[in-house]
Each structure stands twice: as structure tokens, then as C-alpha cells.
């Protein structure tokens, strides 16, 4: 599906859906930006755009079609025999989290960035890009003036769409801290691991795009005017505040997973403290039964008159001593 619209240099709607055969005609009006958007496009609708009407570098068309694991920027100028307009090609990943599934999902996006154009690719609907579409066609602040800043609203969106992950991923944490206190068991433990991969999952995901943004924020590429770099700059930092909540939570999690071990460390030891306390206290019995449990005829005490009674007597007192000590060392 292709989404198309034209801006006014003022930022107000020139046009929408044009068809593709006068898409042409309004990227040589120079008073005029052109954003077009590209979601699940077929191979004839990604070809007839970026091929047919931006000649864009088979690289960057390579690129863009293909699932990139890793977040990039690269600048790309006209040679000779090129006929495509210098640009910005990037790869950015939206992030979404499942609290149900235990999961952190991403979706790319593409961008092709001109001085009067900007192409959007991505196979999956991306919030970003409709409130982007919203605000650029409905609002009254006027963000598609040109097309570096409807590519700060957009990368501003996309880093805005983090919060909410993080504050789902905070309630999970959260749970899990209190279910370790209250249940400590191997279901928990289980949890821990899973969301503390899921937490190290999404530090993979920031930390690159992390690198992009500061690329921008330091004002490397001339398509970007030098009055909104400090706008590219916002984005880096709020990013890089997401990263630094991302660290603290994987500290917390190694923390919680911590009191985890401490807490079936602690219960093994009273398992091993009570099994130990209950040999240590039936030994006397143990002696005493083992020392008459030989049967000997001559042992003198076969021949007294109260020798069973004396036994038990010799038992009942070292059990209760052995009891009397324990309790006064506070060991139960």
C-alpha cells in the first residue's frame, strides 16, 4: 500500500494519495515537499517507487526490502552516471511489549531522507507513522515544512513508543520482586530469567540506535539544517535516559535474582539446621539403645533389679541436657 502526500513549504497539504505517474512532475516543484509511505508494499509497488521514481542505490533498495537486524545510516551522493538526488538512508526499529507473552517485539522502519522528499518503508503498521500522518496533515503546528522535521516527528515517536514498554516492563519487575519474597520457587526463578533476557534483549535493541541518533544529534549530515539538530539532539537524549532506565532495570533484576538465591540458600540451611538438631538430640537415645542392644549376659546391669528402669532414666536425662543446651545457644 502507498500513502502519498504533498506539502507546502508553509507545512500545509498540497495533495494526498497522488498518482504515482505525477509523483515526477512534484518532486521538480521545488516549493513542494513529498512524503511518501510505504506499508506492506508488493515488489512491483517497492519497485515502482524506489527504483522507478527516485533511482535510489540498488544498495540502499537492498537494504530496505531485506530484514536488517542492526540499526544504520548511511549518506549517499550522486556519482556521475547516478540519477538519484542525495539522501539519507536509515534503519530504525519500533519496540513493543507483550506483558502477557513475557516479550519485547520490534518493527523496522526505513527511511529515505531528501531535500525536498521523504520515503517511509515498513511491513507492519507503526503508531508512530499514523500519529506522524495525523499531526503532519491535521495539526496547525505545521511539521512538514520540510522533510527533516517530519523525520524528527517521526524518530521522536518512535522513541516516545518506548515509555510505554518500559512501564509495563516496570510492573513486571515489580510482580516478580514481591512473588520472590512470597513464593520463592522454581516457577519464579524461571520468570526471572525470562524477563531478565527479555530486559537484555531490549538494551540490544537501544544501544545501536543509540549510535544513529548521536550521529544526527552531533550534526553530522548536511540534510539535516543546522537549526534542528538540537531537535535530533532531544531524541538522542531521551533515548539514551530509556538506556540508562533499561541498565537499572537489568541491576534490579540481577538484585532480585539475588534475594532469590539467598532466600533457597537460607531455607536449605534450616532444612539441613533441623535434620542435624534431630540427630543430634535422639544420639543419647541411639548410645543408650546401641551400648544394651549388645545383650552380653554378664553386663552387670542385666542382674539390678530396676536395670530397665535405670536406662530409660540415663536416656530421658541426656536427651532433655542435649534439648536444655540447643536452647540456651539459640540454635531453634
Known amino acids: 500500500m502507498i500513502r502519498s502526500f ?40 517497492a519497485r515502482t517507487v524506489l527504483e522507478g521514481i527516485f533511482h535510489f542505490h540498488p544498495l540502499s533498495i537492498e537494504d530496505c526490502v531485506n530484514v536488517s537486524h542492526a540499526p544504520k545510516v548511511e549518506e549517499y551522493t550522486p556519482k556521475e552516471d547516478d540519477r538519484f538526488a542525495p539522501y539519507l538512508f536509515m534503519v530504525i526499529h519500533a519496540v513493543d511489549y507483550s506483558r502477557a507473552e513475557g516479550t519485547f ?40 515544512r520540510a522533510p527533516d522535521r517530519v523525520a524528527h516527528t517521526l524518530l521522536d515517536a518512535i522513541v516516545e513508543s518506548y515509555k510505554p514498554a518500559l512501564e ?35 538494551r540490544q535493541i537501544i544501544g545501536p540506535q543509540r549510535e544513529v541518533l548521536a550521529r544526527f544529534a552531533r550534526g553530522e549530515f548536511k540534510l539535516i539544517r543546522p537549526h534542528l539538530v ?6 538522542y537524549d531521551a533515548l539514551f535516559h530509556i538506556s540508562e532506565m533499561a541498565q537499572g532495570y537489568t541491576d534490579t533484576l540481577t538484585g532480585i535474582l539475588q534475594i532469590y538465591l539467598n532466600m533457597s540458600s537460607n531455607q536449605t540451611g534450616e532444612v539441613v539446621k533441623f535434620l542435624t538438631l534431630i540427630t543430634l538430640i535422639t544420639t543419647p537415645l541411639t548410645m543408650v539403645g546401641s551400648w544394651y542392644g549388645m545383650n552380653f549376659p554378664d553386663m552387670p546391669e542385666f542382674k539390678l533389679k530396676h536395670g530397665y528402669w535405670l536406662a530409660l532414666a540415663i536416656t530421658l536425662i541426656s536427651t532433655a541436657i542435649t534439648y536444655w543446651y540447643f536452647k540456651k545457644r539459640k540454635w531453634f
Open 105 to 144: 517485539g520490534k518493527t523496522e522502519l526505513n527511511f529515505f531522507l531528501g531535500k525536498n522528499f521523504l520515503v517511509t518503508y515498513h511491513e507492519k503498521p507503526l503508531k508512530s507513522i499514523a500519529l506522524t500522518e495525523e499531526r503532519a496533515t491535521k495539526g496547525t503546528m505545521h511539521i512538514a
Open 6 to 45: 504533498a506539502f507546502t513549504t508553509q507545512g500545509r497539504l498540497h495533495s494526498q494519495d497522488v498518482e504515482t505517474f505525477l509523483m515526477p512532475t512534484l518532486l521538480a516543484d521545488t516549493s513542494l515537499f513529498l512524503w511518501l509511505d510505504l506499508e506492506a508494499a508488493t515488489p512491483e509497488e
Open 168 to 202: 509495563e516492563l516496570s510492573f513486571e519487575i515489580s510482580d516478580l520482586e514481591d512473588r520472590v519474597l512470597q513464593d520463592p520457587s522454581r516457577a519464579t526463578l524461571n520468570k526471572l530469567i525470562r524477563v531478565k533476557k527479555e530486559v537484555l534483549h531490549l
Open 230 to 235: 538540537p531537535y535530533y539532539r532531544d531524541v
